[in-house]
């Protein structure tokens, strides 16, 4: 998927990453910055920033004053956007305050591991980001930069369910293919369908206190829209058919047929255009603090 396209997937899913995330799980958090902030400036790291959906969130609900927010992703052209939507933040936001926000384009592992720890972080976040990278490296070298009592908050962590509906017979052979290619060795390591068990096991290794988790799944079904129809909308068809196209790329990278792959994917689609697809997948927010 071109950066554009990946763009538009990142806005389209905006609304159902809004529906998703866990409430009592945000609420907590936000609750735990604003006390934070309180006390002391807070130095939020979020890793795997992208166009800067969670940032926004955060500017809405805990107030822009008091904050700093370092955004780290390897795409260069999601931080670039990134900038402007916030920028498009600020000219609505009727307080005036920006936070100090600073940008870096660097793989995860590479800027985390190679950071001199000068300046320590109050918050770290991750959205809909761990199940791509080697968790454990990324959470250990994450939370070396942290100080005692700093927040970690992990959301939209897949847990290796996904669901399509009506059903067809290929699904599971098809979404048995799409987890086997994300437990691939992706480098020095191998990934995960489970990355939310990975980081519940981490977590527990290193007598790191769970402070709230609970379910963030996506559930993407046909509603009845304002004009009285039934279906989707049209971030949401954007959003589904991006889903189609990740698992398309993923399975056909695993060699499986290639025409049952196309008649699945065209049927699937076909279930988008007549507003039929029910899309499920189960995923967990866990809000952790370092000892």
């Known amino acids: 998927m071109n950066n554009k396209r990946f763009i538009q997937y990142l806005y389209a899913k905006k609304t159902t990453d809004d529906r998703s995330l866990n409430l009592r799980v945000w609420l ?4 735990r910055l604003k006390k934070l902030k309180k006390q002391k400036q807070a130095r939020i790291l979020e890793l795997g920033a992208g166009i ?42 009727t307080s005036g305050i920006m ?35 080697d968790i454990r490296v990324i959470l250990g070298n994450a939370l070396s930069l942290m100080d005692p009592g700093g927040l970690v908050y992990l959301t939209i962590n897949y847990d290796g369910l996904t669901d399509f509906y009506p059903s ?19 480098g020095a390591y191998r990934g995960t369908d489970k990355s939310c068990a990975e980081i519940f096991r981490y977590l527990a290794d290193n007598r790191i206190p769970i402070l709230d988790a609970g379910a963030s799944d996506w559930a993407v079904v046909p509603r009845l829209l304002p004009d009285g129809s039934s279906g989707h ?8 058919s991006a889903i189609l196209s990740m698992v398309e790329d993923s399975v056909s990278g695993q060699g499986f047929d290639s025409g049952t792959l196309m008649s699945w994917i065209e049927e699937r689609r076909a279930q988008i255009n007549n507003g039929t697809l029910v899309y499920i997948a189960h995923q967990m927010d866990i809000l952790a603090r370092k000892p």
Do not use: Q
């Open 168 to 186: 067809l017979p290929a699904d599971e052979e098809i979404i048995g293919c799409y987890h086997e290619s994300m437990r691939a060795v992706k």
């Open 28 to 31: 907590v958090f936000v609750n």
């Open 233 to 240: 909308t049209e971030e949401e068809r954007l959003f589904l």
């Open 99 to 133: 936070p100090d926000l600073s940008f870096h384009a660097l793989e995860a592992g590479a800027w985390l591991s190679g950071r001199p720890p000068d300046i320590l972080f109050d918050v770290i976040l991750a959205h809909a980001f761990l199940d791509l990278v």
């Open 52 to 93: 800067g959906t969670m940032c926004e969130r955060l500017l809405e609900a805990a107030d822009p004053s008091g904050m700093s927010y370092t955004m780290l992703d390897d795409n260069p052209a999601l931080l670039k956007e990134a900038e402007v939507r916030l920028k498009r933040w600020y000219r609505k936001n």
